[in-house]
């Protein structure tokens, strides 16, 4: 069983910024891809960043400039940092991770995501 566990978040002003960290835990023999995504309300869940086989990384059009990931495949984990925060990054942010784990029947390649964690950003 994979599990996520979000730290980071919560309410931030306009201007400043914000790291996020998720680890994961489980029988996790590699991880293919693993990031963020957010939702703001009434919007769809739309990319952060992630980083994806050996480190190839993709970033949301939104947060792209201001944006830096980095993940930890010894201690599976990947944190994000973004700067100069507005109004519009308000949203519930879910950590991603696609991983071949290692299951009684074998090897699984799944995705896996977080509870997610509110960041509000007040002007």
């Known amino acids: 069983q994979v599990r996520l566990v979000e730290s980071g978040g919560g309410l931030v002003q306009a201007g400043g910024s914000l790291r996020l960290s998720c680890e994961a835990s489980g029988t996790i023999i590699s991880i293919n891809s693993m990031g963020w995504y957010r939702q703001a309300p009434g919007k769809e869940r739309e990319l952060v960043a992630s980083i994806i086989g050996e480190g190839q990384t993709k970033y949301g059009p939104s947060v792209k400039g201001r944006i830096a990931i980095s993940r930890d495949d010894v201690e599976n984990t990947v944190e994000v940092r973004i700067d100069r925060l507005k109004p519009q990054d308000t949203a519930v942010y879910y950590c991603?991770?696609?991983?071949?784990?290692?299951?009684?029947?074998?090897?699984?390649?799944?995705?896996?995501w977080g509870q997610g964690t509110q960041v509000t950003v007040s002007s």
């Open positions: 991603y991770l696609e991983a071949t784990t290692h299951q009684a029947t074998g090897l699984l390649r799944s995705e896996y």
